[in-house]
């Protein structure tokens, strides 16, 4: 099992950046897929970005591609998600998951907490 814990979240005007950390422990770490998913308020959670255990391949939701970066350093067991160019509709929850990989939930056997990101318009 690995324990997650998210931070980096926080408050941005719309078009700005944030960088969200996840700092893992447990042993299974850097041979565990992880992946950023989010959910909005009254809304399904919905799968962001995914990385395999090497971060050798990376997959991005549509809405994402070429303005988040997903990327992870083994050796402080931590994965990381640049987010720039921020909109409105992306206020959400953000939070990591270890598991299996891909980009259904039931993947993930690991949750973190979340860190709530709300950009203003």
């Known amino acids: 099992q690995v324990q997650l814990v998210e931070s980096g979240g926080g408050l941005v005007q719309a078009g700005g950046s944030l960088r969200l950390s996840c700092a893992a422990s447990?042993?299974?770490?850097?041979?565990?897929?992880m992946a950023w998913f989010r959910q909005a308020p009254g809304k399904e959670r919905e799968f962001v970005a995914a990385i395999s255990w090497n971060g050798g391949t990376t997959y991005y939701a549509n809405s994402v591609k070429g303005r988040f970066t997903i990327s992870r350093d083994n050796a402080k067991n931590t994965v990381y998600l640049q987010m720039n160019s921020l909109k409105p509709e992306e206020t959400a929850v953000y939070s990591c998951?270890?598991?299996?990989?891909?980009?259904?939930?039931?993947?993930?056997?690991?949750w973190g907490q979340g860190t709530q990101v709300t950009v203003s318009s």
């Open positions: 447990g042993r299974t770490f850097s041979s565990s897929a």
């Open positions: 998951a270890a598991g299996a990989g891909g980009s259904y939930p039931t993947a993930f056997g690991s």
